[in-house]
C-alpha cells in the first residue's frame, strides 16, 4: 500500500483554561522568517529539489527536527545556521528515532481490519479515520546534534502532555509547497485524537490547500506549540504529514475518500519518544530546555 502525501511539520501548558479554547476561523497568517531568527536559532535543512522547515534550537547544541527529513541533510553533516545578528555553517550529527513512509500514516492491524471490511469508494469518516491516522506509525523525530555550542536564545519543550480537543498552533515555512518566500506560515489546529506516540490535528483554516501528489516537503519538522500566559511558547509537538484533499485514496486495496482535513505528527510527551530523547541526553550529554535545562522565555512576535 501506497499513498501519495503532502510531507510538511511536544505539548504544554498552565492552567486549565486553554483546554476550553474553540478554533477561531481564518486565525494565523505568517511570520517574516527574520523575525523568527531575531528570536531563535534555526538551521535549514533543504537541498536543490525538496526542504522542511527549518529545525529549531532546543539546547546549547540540540536542534529539533522529524526524521523523515533527515536525508535531506548533506552526507558531510554540514547546515547554515541562523540566528539572533549572525549566520554560519556548522557540521551536525542527525540521531533519529525512527525513519517513517508512507505507509506508516495508515497503519497497524486494526485499521488494516477496519478499511478492507469496509465497501469500495466509502467516505472514511472522522471516527474511522482517527483509528488509522497515525495509529501504528513510528515516532517521527530526530536531533540534530551540532559540533559547537550555540550562543543563542532556544525553545523550550515541557512536561504536560496534550489533551483532546486543545487548540495550538503550528509554526512551518513552506515556500516551496507554495508558500511566501520568506515567511513561516503560522496555523491553529486543534487535537483530534492521541494515538500511542503521535497526535491528530484536525485544522479549521488550511488556507491553499497544496495537492496530495506533491511531495516537495516545506512544513515537515515544523514545530506545534502553545502559547503560554506570558505571551512566550513551548514547543509541544512535530509536523509529520498532512491529508488536504478528498482523495480517491487505494489504501489496503480498497478506494476510499476522507470527510475531513487532518494533520498529524509526534507528540513527544508519549512515553516512548520523552524516553528517547531522556536516552539522548544521556547519550550524547546534552542539555535539552525545559527537560534537564531551564531557558529564558521566547516570544515569536
Known amino acids: 500500500m501506497r499513498i501519495s502525501l503532502v510531507y510538511c511539520f511536544l505539548f504544554l501548558l498552565i ?20 523575525s523568527i531568527q531575531d528570536h531563535v536559532s534555526v538551521a535549514r535543512i533543504e537541498n536543490s529539489e525538496e526542504m522542511c522547515s527549518p529545525a529549531v534550537l532546543i539546547g546549547p547544541r540540540v536542534f529539533l527536527t522529524a526524521a ?14 541562523y540566528g539572533p545578528g549572525f549566520n554560519k555553517i556548522i557540521r551536525v550529527k542527525a540521531v533519529t528515532m525512527s525513519l517513517i513512509t508512507d505507509d506508516d500514516f495508515f497503519s497497524g492491524d486494526d485499521c488494516r481490519t477496519l478499511i478492507q471490511s469496509l465497501p469500495d469508494g466509502v467516505t472514511l469518516t472522522d471516527q474511522y479515520l482517527a483509528k488509522c491516522w497515525f495509529k501504528g506509525g513510528a515516532a517521527d523525530i530526530a536531533l540534530l546534534v551540532a559540533d559547537q555550542d550555540i550562543q543563542s536564545p532556544m525553545l523550550s519543550l515541557g512536561g504536560i502532555a496534550p489533551q483532546n480537543m486543545e ?27 492521541l494515538n500511542n506516540s503521535q497526535v491528530v490535528l484536525e485544522n479549521f483554516n488550511v488556507g491553499s490547500a497544496q495537492s496530495n501528489l506533491s511531495k516537495c516537503g516545506g512544513g515537515s519538522g515544523g514545530i506545534y506549540y502553545r502559547t503560554l500566559q506570558d505571551g512566550s511558547i513551548n514547543i509541544v509537538g512535530i509536523h509529520s504529514a498532512s491529508i488536504q484533499n478528498a482523495g480517491p485514496y487505494t489504501i489496503y486495496g480498497k478506494k476510499i475518500f476522507l470527510s475531513t482535513n487532518l494533520f498529524g505528527g509526534t507528540n513527544l510527551f508519549a ?12 547519550k550524547f550529554g546534552l542539555q535539552i530546555c525545559g527537560i534537564n535545562l531551564t531557558c529564558h522565555p521566547v516570544k515569536l512576535k
Do not use: Y
Open 271 to 282: 512515553t516512548e519518544p520523552m524516553d528517547w530523547l531522556i536516552h539522548q541526553i544521556a
Open 68 to 81: 523523515h527529513c533527515t536525508p535531506l541533510i548533506a552526507s558531510n553533516g554540514l547546515v547554515k545556521v
Open 15 to 34: 492552567g486549565s483554561n486553554l483546554f476550553a479554547q474553540s478554533l477561531i476561523p481564518n486565525v494565523g497568517g505568517f511570520i517574516r522568517t527574520k
Open 167 to 193: 487548540v495550538i498552533s503550528r509554526l512551518a515555512e513552506i515556500s516551496k509547497c507554495g508558500g511566501d518566500q520568506g515567511f513561516f506560515n503560522r496555523s491553529q489546529f486543534k487535537v483530534f485524537e
